[in-house]
């Protein structure tokens, strides 16, 4: 215990000297598609980090290449982690740079090549606006395995499948149902939104923009289950211990 404080003190004077924070470290990263991942950062500092050094650490970490969205942060006190999703840096060009010399077609209205750059760009919308946004060619969980063989980030035990037993971050994202109130990505922006229906491989959801398919692995953290399977579970329990105990009232108290 000791040890611990004086490792603390000594990281919080190093801290103040170096002008960022020395106790921020990696930890653990779930992978959300092949530009985004959802990252697990832990601190020793009683201080909990603020956004700028959030979006210091990854800056620093991953020269620039991955950016936070730090609206998306979310910190675990007990635990002493914070997480955020982030994304490899995804730039935009205007859409008039299509008539540029060095443009090529690969495919029509939908992707090009900057021949002098030997970069692929591809049309999207943009807020109702047409733009081109760079194809990322390397997956941003190549980039993190990369940057850990030189990380010295080890001192903390916590990951996103401790957090299942004791926060709703992971622990329904397998058993997602119709009902639930989710956090997802949509479109490079977290929302919060109502589950519609359940695919194998996606979910479609409602949120304050409309409607979206996206894939099970947006879905970052639930929320709130479905009223409706909240209530078929305690229907269940009720069931069970009416049997058990032969007194439907005393069934009714045990799972209030």
């Known amino acids: 215990m000791y040890q611990e404080r004086l490792f603390a003190n000594l990281e919080n004077k190093l801290s103040s000297s170096i ?30 980090p603020s ?20 609206s998306t942060a979310k910190v675990y006190k007990s635990q002493q982690v914070v997480t955020v999703v982030a994304q490899t840096l995804n730039l935009t060009r205007d859409i008039e740079d299509l008539k540029k010399p060095g443009m090529v077609q690969i495919i029509e209205g939908a ?34 395995e990369a940057r850990k063989k030189t990380m010295m980030d080890s001192y903390s035990k916590t990951s996103f499948a401790s957090l ?3 926060d709703s971050i992971t622990r329904f994202l397998n058993i997602l149902d119709k009902g639930d109130m989710v956090r997802v990505l949509v479109e490079d922006k977290v929302v919060n939104a109502e589950v519609i229906s359940v695919g194998e491989a996606d979910v479609k959801v409602k949120y ?22 909240e209530e078929k579970k305690e229907k269940e329990l009720q069931n069970y211990f009416s049997k058990a105990f032969g007194d439907e009232e005393y069934a009714k108290n045990l799972v209030k």
């Open 208 to 229: 304050k923009g409309g409607t979206a398919n996206v894939p099970k692995g947006n879905v970052l953290e639930i929320t709130g289950k479905s009223k409706a399977v």
């Open 111 to 144: 992707t090009y090549l900057d021949v002098p750059l030997q970069e692929t760009w591809e049309i999207e919308n943009r807020g109702g606006k047409k733009v081109l946004v760079r194809k990322c060619k390397d997956d941003i969980m190549a980039l993190v």
């Open 164 to 166: 299942v037993q004791g």
């Open 51 to 70: 956004s700028d050094e959030i979006a210091d650490y990854f800056i620093r970490k991953y020269n620039a290449k991955i950016t936070p969205f730090l």
């Open 19 to 48: 002008g960022h924070r020395v106790d921020l470290q990696f930890v653990d990263a779930r992978k959300v598609n092949q530009s985004t991942a959802h990252f697990m950062l832990a601190y020793t500092d009683s201080k909990i």
